[in-house]
């Protein structure tokens, strides 16, 4: 069942701080999280596995409350270069290891 | 190098007709992806394949059909195509309980069937 991202759409000054959220139905062994920019391919930025562990990544992090089945990303200071669509990717416990299910995505731009 | 490459980049054919995809992955990972992105940008896993095993067969139509020669390439072929079937098809690659690097995707075949 795929994640639910809020919000949709964030529009940001430089310098400015945000928050995606993720959130599942089900159970989760681990959340990803990629950023996506325009015409270009997802690339990859963070995992989180069970435990409700928290990862930094530049001003980028993340935490992971695998009671709620939640996960947030945190923008910090953002930059220009944070704009783009933010997914997140859940992956569940089943015999299906590997199998990734993408959130609708939520876009950031960031603006001067 | 590129991690993860796919050919063609850009596609446009007619309704009905067979096309191919192909991906290759230069990182040692063991299970590779095809995903479908559509215009709203859902990103949506249509196959992987482990060690040359298929382990996730999604409910996409049997027209779609990937080949893997062995485990650094998966190639998409698909029959019949139809209006729908329009998207941006990228292919991924992981390495199976790597908890540190996620998934690495190609840059993508935009797909446009008229």
């Known amino acids: 069942q795929q994640p639910v991202q809020s919000p949709q759409a964030v529009i940001l000054r430089e310098g400015e701080d945000a928050v995606i959220n993720c959130s599942s139905s089900?159970?989760?062994?681990?959340v990803h999280w990629y950023r996506q920019k325009h015409g270009e391919a997802p690339v990859f930025l963070m995992i989180l596995l069970k435990g409700g562990e928290q990862k930094g990544h530049e001003k980028i992090s993340a935490s992971f409350n695998e009671k709620k089945q939640q996960s947030s990303l945190y923008l910090t200071a953002s930059q220009l270069s944070y704009s783009g669509t933010y997914f997140c990717g859940t992956e569940g416990y089943s015999s299906n290891t590997g199998k990734l299910i993408f959130g609708q995505g939520t876009t950031l731009q960031v603006k001067p | 190098d590129t991690a993860v490459s796919q050919t063609p980049k850009y596609l446009v054919t007619q309704m009905g007709n067979d096309k191919s995809i192909k991906c290759e992955q230069n990182?040692?990972?063991?299970?590779m992806y095809w995903y479908k992105q559509d215009s709203k940008k859902f990103l949506k896993i249509m196959f992987s394949?482990?060690?040359?095993?298929?382990?996730i067969n999604e409910t996409v139509p049997n027209r779609f059909s990937p080949k893997s020669p062995d485990k650094a390439h998966l190639n998409l072929h698909i029959n019949s195509l139809e209006l729908g079937d329009s998207a941006v098809y990228f292919c991924?690659?992981?390495?199976?309980?790597?908890?540190?690097?996620?998934?690495?995707f190609g840059s993508g075949t935009r797909l446009t069937v008229v």
């Open positions: 990182l040692g990972h063991d299970t």
């Open positions: 991924a690659s992981s390495q199976e309980w790597d908890s540190v690097h996620g998934y690495t």
């Open positions: 089900k159970a989760l062994y681990s």
């Open positions: 394949y482990n060690n040359k095993e298929l382990i």
